[in-house]
């Protein structure tokens, strides 16, 4: 199953923020979900080798069509846990969104 995060604009301001702002991968494979509600054009970027993504860079222009990047993260022991960021681009605000602080992903 998916993990979906929502990118949207706050309405009458020039702020985009990402729903939710962590992102709890867990180990193996797993699919995220980006759905765009800025009303304009969002960039996902992913930079972390260690996460082994099938993609590093996502372009969503469209509400209509979420896009999905599947993961390979990393095995790590039980009580350790690794955070990974990643930052999301918003052409509609020209500025990235906030997710709390930046968005990022965990893996424990």
Same mark, same amino acid.
């Given at each position: ?5 929502? =990118?949207? +604009?706050?309405?009458?301001?020039? *702020?985009?923020? =990402? &729903?939710? /702002?962590?992102?709890? %991968? /867990? &180990? /193996?494979?797993?699919? =995220? +979900?980006?759905?765009?509600? !800025?009303?304009?054009k969002i960039d996902i970027l992913v930079p972390h080798d260690? %996460? +082994?993504?099938? *993609?590093?860079?996502?372009? %969503?222009? $469209?509400?209509?069509?979420? /896009?999905?990047? &599947?993961?390979?993260?990393?095995? =790590?022991?039980?009580?350790? &846990?690794?955070?990974?960021p990643y930052a999301v681009y918003c052409? $509609? !605000?020209? $500025? ?9 992903? *965990?893996?424990?």
């Amino acid at each position: 199953m998916a993990k979906t995060v929502r =990118v949207f +604009r706050v309405e009458g301001t020039n *702020i985009c923020i =990402v &729903q939710p /702002g962590s992102i709890h %991968l /867990g &180990q /193996g494979n797993v699919t =995220v +979900r980006w759905e765009n509600e !800025t009303g304009g054009k969002i960039d996902i970027l992913v930079p972390h080798d260690q %996460l +082994r993504s099938d *993609i590093k860079h996502l372009e %969503l222009k $469209s509400r209509k069509k979420p /896009g999905e990047i &599947q993961f390979h993260p990393p095995k =790590v022991a039980k009580k350790k &846990q690794r955070t990974y960021p990643y930052a999301v681009y918003c052409h $509609s !605000t020209k $500025s990235f969104a906030y997710g709390g602080s930046d968005p990022e992903m *965990i893996v424990p």
